[in-house]
């Protein structure tokens, strides 16, 4: 390998492939119905694609205590019960403010809905919508929460 390839490669191929990811924590929200389950979806504040709710880490809270207060913040649910384990995982890339992309890593973590309330922080940035998980897999981008919704 020339000086020149070399280079190329310790200051700037190496770096992106070894960047380190970011970390989110998603709510997988549920409920139980007589038509069987189903899952809670809302609207990105910027795109309007469909997607769980999620968020970063929050100072004082594990990754389910973080997942439920993105759930509280960006769909208004109340928690009737938290899985303090993941059930899964996906990947996704964000693109930043400058235009670059970051690929994000993010903890799903099960919560059993109590009620939905009709105040809540970003009730006016976002649309929510209760569906079946062969529908919600259906309306998501990303392949990994496809499929761990259809394992619902």
Request: aromatic share 8%; with cysteine; glycine share 6%.
């Amino acid at each position: 390998m020339t000086k020149w390839l070399r280079n190329i490669w310790e200051e700037v191929a190496r770096p992106l492939f070894l960047r380190p990811h970011r970390v989110q924590f998603g709510a997988l929200c549920t409920r139980e119905t007589q038509d069987g389950l189903q899952v809670l979806l809302i609207t990105s504040r910027d795109t309007g694609r469909w997607i769980i709710p999620k968020g970063w880490p929050i100072d004082g809270l594990d990754g389910a205590e973080a997942a439920r207060q993105e759930a509280w913040e960006e769909a208004g649910v109340r928690a009737q019960s938290l899985s303090k384990d993941p059930v899964g995982q996906y990947t996704y890339d964000k693109i930043l403010k400058d235009g670059a992309s970051q690929t994000v890593v993010t903890n799903v973590y099960r919560i059993e809905v109590q009620e939905l309330a009709d105040i809540y922080p970003e009730a006016e940035e976002r649309t929510r919508e209760w569906v079946s998980p062969v529908i919600a897999a259906g309306r998501v981008q990303e392949p990994e929460l496809r499929a761990l919704l259809l394992q619902l």
